[in-house]
T-cell receptor
Framework: DTAVSQTPKYLVTQMGNDKSIKCEQNLGHDTMYWYKQDSKKFLKIMFSYNNKELIINETVPNRFSPKSPDKAHLNLHINSLELGDSAVYFC?????????????FGEGSRLTVL | GQNIDQPTEMTATEGAIVQINCTYQTSGFNGLFWYQQHAGEAPTFLSYNVLDGLEEKGRFSSFLSRSKGYSYLLLKELQMKDSASYLCAVLDSNYQLIWGAGTKLIIKP
C-alpha cells in the first residue's frame, strides 16, 4: 500500500537510448514533483505539476519531458541519454500547490548510463 | 544567490546527543524543513519550523532563528538506526524548496 510508487527502481542503459520512469501517488495530493539527486547528494527540483498543470520547470535539458495524464500520475521521459544523466530520480507529492506541506517521496529510480 | 550550508559529515556515539546545524540565505522565507535519508532510500519528513524557537518531537528537536538565518536539528539518545543523512531545506518566497547537500551522520557504538 505504497503512498508514492515509482518504477523501475533500477535502470541501466546505453548512451543515446530513450527511457521512461513512471510515478503514481495514492494520497490524493494535488502536486507532484520530479527531483534529481546526483552523487554529491544534492536534491535538485526538475519539474512540478499541480492538478496536471506544469508549475515549475527548472533549467533542465529539453531531452527531459514530464507527462501528467492525471493528478495521481507524473511520468518522466528522457531522450538521448547522456553519461551525466546518471543519478537517482525521486518522485514526490504534496498537498496543495508548491511545497508548502510535507513532501512524500517515492523510493527513487537509480539510472545508470553506460 | 540562494544558499543552504550544513556540515558534510558528523560522527557521534550511541546514546549521546548531536546537533546538526544549518544556515541559510534565501530570497524570502516560508519555513524550514528537516528530512532524514537513509542510504539508498527516499528522504522522509522530520520537522517543519516557520516560527522562531524549539519544536520537540520525541528524541528529535528542531530549532529556528529567522533573524540569524539559522536552524539546528538536535538528536538525543542516539541509536545506531539514526545513522543517515539529514537534509535541511528552506521554502523561499516563491514557495520553492531550496535543499542543502545534507549532513551524513555516523553513529559509533
Amino acid at each position: 500500500d505504497t503512498a508514492v510508487s515509482q518504477t523501475p527502481k533500477y535502470l541501466v542503459t546505453q548512451m543515446g537510448n530513450d527511457k521512461s520512469i513512471k510515478c503514481e501517488q495514492n494520497l490524493g495530493h494535488d502536486t507532484m514533483y520530479w527531483y534529481k539527486q546526483d552523487s554529491k547528494k544534492f536534491l535538485k527540483i526538475m519539474f512540478s505539476y499541480n492538478n496536471k498543470e506544469l508549475i515549475i520547470n527548472e533549467t533542465v535539458p529539453n531531452r527531459f519531458s514530464p507527462k501528467s495524464p492525471d493528478k495521481a500520475h507524473l511520468n518522466l521521459h528522457i531522450n538521448s541519454l547522456e553519461l551525466g544523466d546518471s543519478a537517482v530520480y525521486f518522485c514526490a507529492s504534496s498537498q496543495g500547490a508548491g511545497a508548502v506541506g510535507e513532501l512524500f517521496f517515492g523510493e527513487g529510480s537509480r539510472l545508470t548510463v553506460l | 544567490g540562494q544558499n543552504i550550508d550544513q556540515p558534510t559529515e558528523m560522527t557521534a556515539t550511541e546514546g549521546a546527543i548531536v546537533q546538526i546545524n544549518c544556515t541559510y540565505q534565501t530570497s524570502g522565507f516560508n519555513g524550514l524543513f528537516w528530512y532524514q535519508q537513509h542510504a539508498g532510500e527516499a528522504p522522509t519528513f522530520l520537522s517543519y519550523n516557520v516560527l522562531d524557537g524549539l519544536e520537540e518531537k520525541g528524541r528529535f528537536s528542531s530549532f529556528l532563528s529567522r533573524s540569524k538565518g539559522y536552524s539546528y536539528l538536535l538528536l538525543k539518545e542516539l541509536q545506531m538506526k539514526d545513522s543517515a543523512s539529514y537534509l535541511c531545506a528552506v521554502l523561499d518566497s516563491n514557495y520553492q524548496l531550496i535543499w542543502g547537500a545534507g549532513t551524513k551522520l555516523i553513529i559509533k557504538p
